[in-house]
T-cell receptor
Framework: DVKVTQSSRYLVKRTGEKVFLECVQD?????MFWYRQDPGLGLRLIYF???????EKGDIPEGYSVSREKKERFSLILESASTNQTSMYLCASSRPNQPQHFGDGTRLSIL | AQSVAQPEDQVNVAEGNPLTVKCTYSVSGNPYLFWYVQYPNRGLQFLLK??????LVKGSYGFEAEFNKSQTSFHLKKPSALVSDSALYFCAVRDGAAGNKLTFGGGTRVLVKP
């Protein structure tokens, strides 16, 4: 079974902090994705990566950056956290043109 | 641009009755369509997909979906709902000619009552 592991289930940070969310997958998938999930809005794509050191902006990249130094790990960075970034963050991975596999999410609160 | 609409925020159904969750989509090219389910405090789980071929697609846990090109719809169905089917369901679309980016609908909460 594919395993996508997000480093924290719950995280509380303060406004202005730099926040790192980590995601690791164990199936050698080329593609990795970061989404945020908000009630009524579904999932919105923040960034995705189709190879090591490669990244592309999704629909809502503002205020975020990503890093993919190794194939199995994809990090989401909130450069200066703000209260409107309080949300559920979901990481996913896939082979090209195959269904995405999701982690269990990180519920992030910015105070 | 691609988009997905799930017109119902919530669907209530009695156990044993048929379940339908609606989805309509818009893409420029050929649609790749997906259904995912999310249980409380979990990530999304893949249920089924349509890429090409037979318009009726069968997936996990007894779910199926019908691709209708003329109505640009991909409704999820289950002939006999279980209480354990209560969850949040997401429809997603990808433009077959435009890379790996998925666009999700807003989600439909399904409540199956005993």
């Amino acid at each position: 079974d594919v395993k996508v592991t997000q480093s924290s289930r719950y995280l509380v940070k303060r406004t202005g902090e730099k926040v790192f969310l980590e995601c690791v997958q164990d199936m050698d998938h080329e593609n990795m994705f970061w989404y945020r999930q908000d009630p009524g809005l579904g999932l919105r794509l923040i960034y995705f990566s189709y190879d090591v050191k490669m990244k592309e902006k999704g629909d809502i990249p503002e205020g975020y950056s990503v890093s993919r130094e190794k194939k199995e790990r994809f990090s989401l960075i909130l450069e200066s956290a703000s209260t409107n970034q309080t949300s559920m963050y979901l990481c996913a991975s896939s082979r090209p043109n195959q269904p995405q596999h999701f982690g269990d999410g990180t519920r992030l609160s910015i105070l | 641009a691609q988009s997905v609409a799930q017109p119902e925020d919530q669907v209530n159904v009695a156990e044993g009755n048929p379940l339908t969750v609606k989805c309509t989509y818009s893409v420029s090219g050929n649609p790749y369509l997906f259904w995912y389910v999310q249980y409380p405090n979990r990530g999304l789980q893949f249920l089924l997909k349509y890429i090409t071929g037979d318009n009726l697609v069968k997936g996990s846990y007894g779910f199926e979906a019908e691709f209708n090109k003329s109505q640009t719809s991909f409704h999820l169905k289950k002939p006999s709902a279980l209480v354990s089917d209560s969850a949040l369901y997401f429809c997603a679309v990808r433009d077959g000619a435009a890379g790996n980016k998925l666009t999700f609908g807003g989600g439909t909460r399904v409540l199956v009552k005993p």
